[in-house]
């Protein structure tokens, strides 16, 4: 069953970690094995082989670079103007077209271009080893674009959604561990956004911010990496309030692997996933909440964030890469969940909402 991966910071950690996602992730740990400077190192999960061994048809890509004086220890952070951001986004946009040219990947900026990927990758006569990884180019935290008018540089290139925040304060919007609302500039942000026709990534809001956008945004919605605040009480993750409001406005919300967003009371960097009993399996707990308050299974499905400066030390324990998402397949069966479900979790549910967001 072809799946669709909502968020995937692939770029990024092509740049910044200098990792050839055109290997198989064993190769990538056998090359990184003596290295210390970042913290997963030999540990990371995504590679291009990869996700075509897992079926992983087309991916939300993402471009990340934070303008932050106090914040630079965060994902993406560290670049002391937006000028200098923006300049990094542009080096991540280059990895991906280089990809393009190397016929690894193909993005997908309209409708008619979604649909051939589709059925290209349903062509059985077609081996899977050969076939592109499709990719939606989203950006996530809005501090590189320096002011408006980068919106349309960003978007002539393919850029189709945005979350406008990201952890910590930002120019367009406070993040993850903030309270308030948008700025002024995000305000303008989401309503030109609302004009080009491009999606808005609830993802990483404050509560506020969260209401604010929603307000003013009349488009296509989505959460690409979100977990229930009922069952991990912390901000980073969605309220019931929230997901029924996002279920009002026809949304998608991505289930993340990070760990520490599956099972309460872990801590960022200070887990055993082992010990915390924390497989792949804990994310349905978060499913089920989500099918019981909107009624349906046609607003969960999968935005792993694997990669996102996190490998296997904070992945659940009983997935070794990015292919291991087929697992799901059984994982959901057992727990009662019928075929026409685990089809709208694995790809139906990203393909209504993407068919709309890309018309």
């Not at 946009?93 to 290209?120: F, K, P, R």
């Not at 910590?168 to 993040?175: D, E, I, K, L, Q």
């Not at 069952?231 to 990070?258: F, M, S, T, W, Y």
């Not at 998402?325 to 069966?333: D, E, G, I, P």
Request: glycine share 8%; net charge negative; charged share 25%.
């Amino acid at each position: 069953m072809l799946i669709i991966d909502a968020h995937l910071d692939m770029a990024m950690n092509a740049i910044e970690w200098n990792r050839d996602y055109r290997r198989p992730v064993e190769e990538i740990r056998t090359m990184e094995k003596d290295m210390t400077d970042k913290i997963d190192r030999a540990k990371g999960v995504v590679s291009l082989p990869d996700l075509r061994k897992g079926k992983i048809a087309v991916v939300v890509a993402t471009q990340l670079a934070r303008y932050s004086e106090n914040n630079g220890n965060m994902p993406g952070s560290g670049w002391n103007s937006p000028h200098q951001a923006w300049a990094m986004t542009q080096a991540q946009l280059a990895w991906y077209q280089a990809m393009v040219e190397a016929e690894e990947m193909v993005q997908i900026t309209t409708t008619e271009q979604l649909d051939n990927h589709i059925a290209m990758w349903e062509d059985t006569t077609i081996s899977d080893v050969v076939k592109p990884i499709g990719f939606i180019l989203s950006l996530e935290g809005a501090d590189s674009l320096v002011n408006l008018s980068y919106l349309e540089k960003a978007y002539a290139y393919g850029l189709r959604a945005i979350g406008p925040a990201h952890y910590g304060p930002g120019r367009y919007a406070p993040g993850t561990g903030m309270t308030g609302g948008l700025t002024k500039e995000g305000r303008e942000l989401v309503k030109e956004m609302d004009r080009l026709g491009m999606v808005l990534d609830a993802t990483h809001l404050t509560d506020e911010g969260f209401d604010e956008a929603l307000d003013l945004f009349q488009g296509q919605v989505w959460a690409s990496h979100h977990n229930c605040r009922a069952l991990v009480p912390h901000q980073r993750q969605l309220n019931d309030e929230q997901i029924k409001r996002l279920a009002e406005r026809d949304a998608v919300i991505g289930g993340c692997l990070d760990v520490w967003m599956l099972k309460p009371d872990l801590i960022q960097r200070q887990i055993n996933p082992r010990e915390a009993e924390a497989n792949l399996e804990v994310l349905i707990d978060h499913y089920d909440h989500i099918c019981q308050l909107t009624g349906n299974s046609l607003h969960i499905a999968i935005g792993s964030d694997l990669d996102g400066t996190f490998g296997t030390e904070q992945s659940p324990y009983d997935l070794e890469s990015i292919a291991d998402l087929q697992k799901y397949q059984h994982l959901l069966s057992k727990r009662g969940y019928s075929n026409a479900d685990i089809e709208n979790i694995f790809n139906k549910n990203w393909l209504r909402l993407m068919r709309k967001a890309l018309a």
